[in-house]
């Protein structure tokens, strides 16, 4: 005799993407894309320049249609959800480009990212000093204006404003893009650190391989809108074949 398994308590995957296909003017830059990633686990998403890694996130978040396919959070078709409604249930982005209001202070930014999602005020104030602990640099700088940050300090103000609604899924686009070498290191430990503390899904698109992989779990490779390779990032990274033909060194 079988007895019933609680579904929520045996789901495999937290992110799933089945045959994903995406062009912009009749061109395909996704083509039958195929992806699943198990909760608290950071996927390294890598490939060149074109490979379809931004297109990708973009699609996940609902800011981009897909021509065909499906992707489920949680087990949850996203079909025709908004962008706003993705949120709602888990989902967060950070674009490229360390978007943050240059005009309000780096208090006043992490509010406005919780203020969505987590009501009162009391509760965004403990949301925000969850993350001050977190990010000490910003808690040092909690008074200083967006335009004020270095950019690595506004690149950890764009993550650390997406953690602060505490969502299930991250989707963060090129994070290093433009830091200095300590500054990324510090900001790809900061992100293990969480994800491994809280349980956080990462899907991490990255140019910088070495970076991306020293921090992930498994490294997806993108080429010409398919998984070309998806394996432990250990084995991603001692593959010289593969980083010369997808990976450019």
Request: glycine share 10%; proline share 5%.
């Amino acid at each position: 005799m079988t007895t019933s398994t609680d579904p929520v308590t045996t789901t495999r995957t937290m992110l799933a993407v089945d045959g994903l296909t995406v062009g912009y003017a009749g061109a395909p830059v996704l083509d039958g894309l195929v992806l699943d990633i198990a909760p608290g686990a950071v996927v390294a998403l890598l490939g060149a320049n074109g490979a379809g890694k931004t297109t990708l996130l973009r699609s996940i978040s609902g800011l981009v249609a897909p021509r065909s396919g499906t992707i489920l959070l949680d087990g949850q078709d996203l079909t025709g959800i908004s962008v706003e409604d993705r949120a709602r249930r888990g989902l967060a982005q950070v674009p490229e480009g360390r978007s943050v209001v240059a005009e309000l202070t780096v208090e006043e930014n992490l509010h406005l990212g919780a203020l969505w999602k987590i009501p009162g005020r009391r509760a965004r104030r403990t949301a925000v000093a969850e993350l001050y602990d977190q990010f000490e640099p910003l808690a040092r700088r909690r008074r200083s204006l967006g335009h004020q940050l270095s950019g690595g300090e506004r690149q950890m103000l764009a993550l650390a404003r997406a953690l602060v609604a505490r969502p299930r899924v991250l989707l963060l686009d090129e994070p290093s893009l433009g830091l200095a070498p300590r500054v990324v290191a510090q900001l790809m430990t900061t992100l293990r650190d969480t994800a491994q503390r809280t349980g956080l899904t990462v899907l991490l698109a990255e140019q910088n391989v070495t970076s991306a992989l020293s921090i992930a779990d498994r490294g997806v490779v993108l080429g010409l809108g398919e998984v070309v390779a998806d394996a432990p990032a250990a084995a991603i990274a001692a593959d010289p074949a593969l980083r010369h033909a997808y990976l450019g060194f």
